[in-house]
Nanobody, 125 residues
Framework: QVQLTESGGGLVQPGGSLRLSCATS????????MGWFRQAPGKEREFVAS????????YYADSVKGRFAISRDRANSAIYLQMNSLKPEDTAVYYC??????????????????WGQGTQVTVSS
């Protein structure tokens, strides 16, 4: 069973950057995908980005393309989310997730089996 632990959240001004980390324990091989979702108060959890563990294919929500970058570190069993040009609307709790979703489910929470506890990102001046 994979266990996930996020870190790196915080308060940042609009236009600033943050880097989130997700440390994993347990097996992350095979067709596993890992991703980031976020949830703002009063809103549903939404997809941000994901990466296939073995092949490295990446997927992004339209709202973050060109600003966020997801990466994996196979040696350290970790994934990262580099967030640049942050906007107030990026404010949310960010969750790391792991699963084996088919392509059509890569951006849906139901495609992932294991979740971290979340880390708060606040973008405000």
């Amino acid at each position: 069973q994979v266990q996930l632990t996020e870190s790196g959240g915080g308060l940042v001004q609009p236009g600033g950057s943050l880097r989130l980390s997700c440390a994993t324990s347990g097996s992350t091989g095979g067709g596993l995908a890992m991703g980031w979702f976020r949830q703002a108060p009063g809103k549903e959890r939404e997809f941000v980005a994901s990466v296939r563990w073995s092949g490295g294919s990446t997927y992004y929500a339209d709202s973050v393309k060109g600003r966020f970058a997801i990466s994996r570190d196979r040696a350290n069993s970790a994934i990262y989310l580099q967030m640049n040009s942050l906007k107030p609307e990026d404010t949310a709790v960010y969750y790391c997730a792991a699963g084996n979703p088919i392509v059509s489910s890569i951006a849906t929470p139901g495609g992932y089996r294991v979740w971290g506890q979340g880390t708060q990102v606040t973008v405000s001046s």
